[in-house]
């Protein structure tokens, strides 16, 4: 089991892309969540098969049909916590 702490800029808020990411995520059956930060960024948590982190990180740079991704930054971390689920923060 793999962390990743991904930051992604651009135009990202209020184009459902935290939506669109749980989605996805769900679908590959990853853990964590994902939120909005007050800089205008979207933070994504995610733990799972590195294969599975790897196609979120794919939608994270492409993002929903009306973001505009600009950059995205992908941490490996240490597990501190398990998620259960993945949600909307």
């Known amino acids: 089991m ?3 702490r991904i ?3 651009g ?3 209020g184009v459902f892309f935290r939506a669109s990411a749980r989605d996805i995520a769900v679908r590959l059956g990853l853990k ?3 939120k909005n930060l007050e800089n205008g960024d979207v933070e ?3 733990q799972g098969e ?3 982190l790897a196609a979120l990180i794919g939608f994270c740079n492409r993002g929903p049909p009306a973001a505009q991704v600009e950059k995205v930054e992908v941490k490996k971390e240490e ?3 398990k998620f259960s689920e993945f949600g909307v923060r």
């Open 2 to 4: 793999n962390q990743l």
């Open 7 to 9: 930051i992604v800029s």
């Open 11 to 13: 135009r990202v808020q």
């Open 32 to 34: 964590g969540y994902v």
């Open 44 to 46: 994504i948590v995610a």
């Open 50 to 52: 590195t294969k599975d």
């Open 79 to 81: 597990l501190k916590e």
